[in-house]
């Protein structure tokens, strides 16, 4: 598969590294405390807007059943990132 | 719960049940690249006191319900104990027990504590360097991007890329290593 289409490859790479340049320059400003209260900030900010789509999604405004969405939602994407690299069993001695 | 409430919890029960721990994952991976979100608190506990883990698990009951089925990871096959945090949002705790691996030992060695404002307490993490040679040893895709993350917002000029080297070397993760350092862009 190709990667997504632009009338210039050459300028999107550009762009992508100049947004990703851009991003590091902002994190290497911040000290080792700013960046780890970011990490708690950006979850709890991650899982508001889950929460929001998830109502969104299934038509309701009902919290507890938004939070069941997402819930569903992780079970999923935990499935889909550990898939082959978790075993329940250890491999048998050659 | 919110995400620093959990962390505080397994942070404190850890102190009280005395466990030797650092915490690894996005929380570690943040603190010295790009910040990111994440829905677990990860920890590596010392298992060189027997009954450790036991006790922790215990003692995080009944806020955070582990599964009584232990997985093991296919890259080193360490072993993992996942929990369940109770109520909303859904977030996890996972435990990955220290095992007699040359590396495992070393970074667990070179922990260093440091101060989290925003738990207003300290925490054990690793140092950036295991932190790099641990995500590209593991090697999924979010591991690679830390591990670039990591090298790219520290500078390898400010990193002890020696022992970077000495351990990708012993793990075959040369090419990984390498692959993440091409991708750093020019930052002047």
């Known amino acids: ?94 | 719960m919110k995400l620093e409430e959990l962390a505080c919890l397994v942070i404190e029960t850890a102190d009280k049940v005395g466990v030797d721990f650092m915490a690894v994952g996005a929380i570690a991976a943040g603190a010295y690249g790009i910040p990111r979100s994440t829905r677990d608190v990860d920890l590596l506990v010392s298992v060189a006191v027997p009954g450790n883990i036991e006790r922790l698990i215990g003692s995080l009951s009944p806020e955070v319900e582990f599964d009584p089925q232990i997985v093991f990871d296919t890259a080193t096959w360490g072993r993992r104990h996942v929990g369940k945090c109770q109520g909303v949002p859904p977030l996890k705790v996972e435990l990955f027990e220290t095992f007699d691996d040359p590396f495992v030992n070393s970074e667990f060695a070179r922990r260093r504590e440091v101060f989290i404002p925003m738990l207003q307490r300290s925490t054990w993490l690793p140092t950036a360097e295991d932190v790099v040679v641990q995500k590209l040893r593991w090697g999924r895709s979010k591991d690679l991007d830390d591990a670039r993350d990591v090298l790219a917002v520290q500078g390898p000029e400010t990193l002890d890329m020696d022992y970077i080297r000495g351990w990708c070397r012993e793990h075959g993760t040369m090419e990984r290593l390498q692959n993440a350092l091409d991708q750093i862009p020019p930052l002047d």
């Not at chain 1, 050459?10 to 762009?15: E, F, I, N, T």
């Not at chain 1, 998830?54 to 992780?74: F, K, L, N, P």
């Open chain 1, 1 to 94: 598969m190709s990667a997504a289409p632009h009338p210039d490859p050459a300028a999107l790479k550009a762009l992508q590294e100049e947004l990703y340049a851009e991003e590091l320059r902002r994190v290497r400003a911040m000290t080792e405390s700013e960046r780890l209260n970011e990490v708690f900030e950006l979850s709890d900010h991650q899982f508001g807007m889950m929460l929001a789509g998830a109502m969104h999604r299934i038509g309701t405004t009902d919290e507890s059943e938004g939070w069941e969405e997402v819930r569903r939602w992780m079970h999923r994407l935990d499935r889909t990132h550990d898939h082959g690299f978790y075993a329940t069993e250890l491999p048998s001695a050659p």
